[in-house]
C-alpha cells in the first residue's frame, strides 16, 4: 500500500477492468484476514450452534477499505478457500458440508455484505469527509442487519428444527457483539484511508471527477 498521489492515467471504466498486483495483493491479504479471524476461538452460545467469532468485524472491515468489487473478491476467496476444503471457517471446519449446518447463512452473506459495504463505503468518502467514521458504523450495521443477520436466520431455521421466530430470537445474541464489531471495523478503516488513501479514498475520487468532467 502506497500514500503517493498519482495523477489518472486510466478511464474509471479501464481501472475497474484491470485489478494490479496491489490489487491482488490487497485481495490475498484481506482474504487472510478474514481466515484469522475465524481461528480465533468463539463462543457458541445462541443454542444452535453458530458461534461469536471476529469474523464478522473482518468482513465488513474489508468492504470499508477495499471498496465493493476487492472486498467481495477477497471474502469471495477466503469462502471459495474453505469450501475447498481448506479448514480456515470458524471452529477448523471446512468444505460443502459447512452448507447443511445452521451456521451455513452467515457463511454465504460474508461476501454479499463486504460487497455491499464496501459500495456504502465509496458513497460515503464520495459525499462527505465529515463524521465518516459514523456513516461507516451506519453502513456496516445496516448492511450487518439486512444481509448476514437475515441470511443467518434463513440459514439456521433450513438447517435445523427450528421455526424462524425461533431462529429469529436465536440471533438476537450476535447484536450487542455485532455492535462493538462495527464500531471497531469503522475506526479502523477510517485510520487506515487516512494512512493508505491510494486504497481506496483516492481512486473514488479520481473515478467521481473522471465522471464528472465525461
Do not use: C
Amino acid at each position: 500500500m502506497s500514500n503517493t498521489d498519482t495523477t489518472p492515467k486510466n478511464s474509471p471504466r479501464t481501472e475497474r477492468r484491470r485489478w494490479n498486483g496491489t490489487d491482488l495483493g490487497l485481495i490475498a491479504v484481506f482474504a487472510a484476514l478474514v481466515a484469522g479471524a475465524a481461528l480465533v476461538p468463539g463462543l457458541a452460545l445462541n443454542g444452535f450452534g453458530v458461534p461469536i467469532t471476529f469474523q464478522t468485524l473482518a468482513v465488513m472491515l474489508t468492504g470499508l477499505v477495499l471498496g465493493p468489487a476487492r472486498g467481495f473478491a477477497a471474502v469471495g476467496l477466503y469462502t471459495l478457500l474453505g469450501l475447498a476444503g481448506l479448514p480456515i471457517f470458524s471452529q477448523g471446519r471446512s468444505g460443502l458440508g459447512i452448507l447443511a449446518v445452521p451456521s451455513a447463512g452467515y457463511i454465504i452473506a460474508f461476501p454479499i455484505a463486504a460487497g455491499i459495504v464496501g459500495w456504502l463505503a465509496t458513497v460515503v468518502i464520495k459525499r462527505t469527509t465529515k463524521a465518516r467514521a459514523l456513516w461507516f458504523f451506519l453502513s456496516a450495521t445496516v448492511t450487518s442487519i439486512v444481509v448476514v443477520h437475515s441470511l443467518g436466520i434463513v440459514g439456521i431455521a433450513l438447517n435445523s428444527k427450528a421455526t424462524l421466530e425461533q431462529a429469529f430470537l436465536s440471533d438476537l445474541i450476535f447484536y450487542p457483539g455485532d455492535i462493538i464489531k462495527n464500531v471497531l471495523a469503522a475506526v479502523i478503516a477510517v485510520a487506515l484511508h487516512r494512512a493508505f488513501p491510494d486504497v481506496l479514498v483516492r481512486r473514488v475520487r479520481r473515478r467521481a471527477l473522471a465522471t464528472e468532467s465525461a
